[in-house]
């Protein structure tokens, strides 16, 4: 049956195409790219004369359209973006459902990934992680995204870009709690690929060091919150929102009914957020 193979393709270093995606690029009737110019560099690589579509950010409604059209005409079609895998962060996810909502296959055909890289080299062992992807251009907006991922239990793995890294740094360091680490993954696969492991609050400083650091594109780690003694970090997250509208002794108890961590715990953690934030020696 006519179907929608989802293709990844190397992030930079072009011998990590499979021989699989190869073989598909080769034999399906039209190869629908995000970048039909980019692309087209990365199939004269291989001498793959197979026609491009273009499919992106802007166009991608229509272009799903044309997707199906082919499906139904008999043809086998490929999806692919610049870099990486498709519908991740990238362009391709609403073709994706208009062709299963249509009726045919959709074929994943694994390979590169950007934030599954940058986790394999990062060190970090939180067990779980949460990948976001780009956060908000606008700071206020980053910011209020990053304090809702604060309790998050696990790795937070975003990607940014070179003209928003500075900013993007300085947020992370002034949201989040001491004790984090963050991993800076740039330049994934290319010449100039590195991969710096740090104090989350040292990170501003340790790009500011050297402008070639600012360049390229980013996987950026933030590990797991450190434990509070007593208190788990979706405890914490629950009774900092709590604690927004309610006096402490009060979102103390909610906090520990919803989440059943120690009420004394959760009270003792309460004062000194409310210290933190008011300067003063907070209210029963």
Same mark, same amino acid.
């Given at each position: 049956?006519?179907?929608?193979?989802?293709?990844?393709?190397?992030?930079?270093?072009?011998?990590?195409?499979?021989?699989?995606?190869?073989?598909?690029?080769?034999?399906?009737?039209?190869?629908?790219?995000?970048?039909?110019?980019?692309?087209?560099?990365? #199939?004269?690589?291989?001498?793959?004369?197979?026609?491009?579509?273009? #499919?992106?950010?802007?166009?991608?409604?229509?272009?799903?359209?044309?997707?199906?059209?082919?499906?139904?005409?008999?043809?086998?079609? %490929?999806?692919?973006?610049?870099?990486?895998?498709?519908?991740?962060?990238?362009?391709?996810?609403?073709?994706?459902?208009?062709?299963?909502?249509?009726?045919?296959?959709?074929?994943?055909?694994?390979?590169?990934?950007?934030?599954?890289?940058?986790?394999?080299?990062?060190?970090?062992?939180?067990?779980?992680?949460?990948?976001?992807?780009?956060?908000?251009?606008?700071?206020?907006?980053?910011?209020?995204?990053?304090?809702?991922?604060?309790?998050?239990?696990?790795?937070?793995?975003?990607?940014?870009?070179?003209?928003?890294?500075?900013?993007?740094?300085?947020?992370?360091?002034?949201?989040?709690?001491?004790?984090?680490?963050?991993?800076?993954?740039?330049?994934?696969? !290319?010449?100039?690929?590195?991969?710096?492991?740090?104090?989350?609050?040292?990170?501003?400083?340790?790009?500011?060091?050297?402008?070639?650091?600012?360049?390229?594109?980013?996987?950026?780690?933030?590990?797991?919150?450190?434990?509070?003694?007593?208190?788990?970090?979706?405890?914490?997250?629950?009774?900092? #929102?709590?604690?927004?509208?309610?006096?402490? !002794?009060?979102?103390?108890?909610?906090? %520990?009914?919803?989440?059943?961590?120690?009420?004394?715990?959760?009270?003792?953690?309460?004062?000194?957020?409310?210290?933190?934030?008011?300067?003063?020696?907070?209210?029963?």
């Amino acid at each position: 049956m006519p179907s929608l193979y989802v293709v990844a393709t190397p992030l930079g270093n072009l011998h990590d195409i499979s021989f699989r995606a190869l073989a598909l690029l080769k034999t399906v009737g039209t190869v629908a790219a995000e970048d039909t110019r980019h692309s087209q560099r990365l #199939l004269d690589a291989f001498g793959i004369r197979t026609k491009l579509l273009a #499919l992106h950010e802007h166009n991608e409604q229509s272009a799903a359209g044309q997707l199906i059209k082919l499906l139904e005409a008999g043809e086998h079609v %490929a999806l692919i973006t610049d870099a990486g895998t498709p519908a991740v962060s990238d362009p391709g996810a609403r073709a994706v459902a208009r062709v299963q909502e249509a009726g045919f296959p959709v074929v994943p055909v694994p390979g590169a990934c950007a934030a599954i890289a940058a986790l394999s080299a990062s060190g970090l062992a939180d067990g779980a992680f949460h990948f976001h992807g780009f956060l908000p251009t606008r700071s206020a907006a980053r910011r209020a995204q990053l304090e809702a991922m604060q309790g998050i239990p696990g790795t937070l793995v975003f990607y940014e870009a070179p003209h928003r890294i500075a900013e993007c740094l300085a947020d992370l360091a002034q949201v989040f709690t001491e004790g984090r680490q963050i991993v800076v993954a740039r330049e994934l696969t !290319k010449m100039f690929e590195q991969i710096a492991r740090m104090p989350l609050a040292e990170a501003p400083t340790w790009l500011a060091a050297d402008p070639n650091r600012s360049r390229g594109e980013f996987v950026l780690l933030v590990s797991a919150a450190p434990p509070t003694e007593g208190v788990s970090a979706e405890a914490e997250r629950v009774l900092k #929102l709590l604690l927004n509208e309610l006096p402490i !002794k009060k979102a103390a108890r909610m906090a %520990a009914e919803i989440t059943g961590a120690p009420k004394n715990a959760l009270y003792e953690l309460g004062l000194a957020l409310r210290k933190a934030d008011e300067g003063g020696d907070g209210d029963d």
